[in-house]
């Protein structure tokens, strides 16, 4: 925990590579305090199919799933800091958003939690 997993236009990975993109979004992520550094995972899903408010624009959209317990101001931070990055790397991309979710602790469970 946290899971970030990117949705992007499948040309974003012509402008950047996935490496480079998975890696920005961990750094920003971490420096932010709220994760322990081996607790960040990233994905990223480049989709060559799409419709984007009717047009094939490139996007870039961030679901970013997280353990709840933080604050709405820790959170609005986050998503700040991590579109601000992508936006330094991808100024021509008209579609950088990022949305946060919380996990119930109630409800999660892992491997070793069993």
Avoid: W
Avoid at 95 to 103: V, W
Wanted: hydrophobic share 40%.
């Amino acid at each position: 925990m946290p899971h970030f997993v990117i949705d992007c236009s499948e040309n974003i990975l012509n402008l950047k590579s996935p490496q480079e993109i998975m890696q920005a979004v961990y750094d920003t992520a971490e420096s932010t305090g709220l994760f322990s550094p081996g607790d960040i995972k990233v994905r990223i899903n480049p989709f060559q199919y799409y419709n984007v408010g009717n047009t094939t624009d490139d996007f870039i959209h961030i679901f970013a799933n997280i353990m709840e317990g933080r604050t709405i101001t820790q959170k609005s931070n986050l998503s700040n800091k991590i579109v601000s990055q992508l936006k330094l790397m991808f100024p021509e991309v008209p579609i950088l958003s990022i949305n946060i979710r919380d996990f119930e602790k109630a409800t999660y469970c892992n491997k070793s939690m069993v």
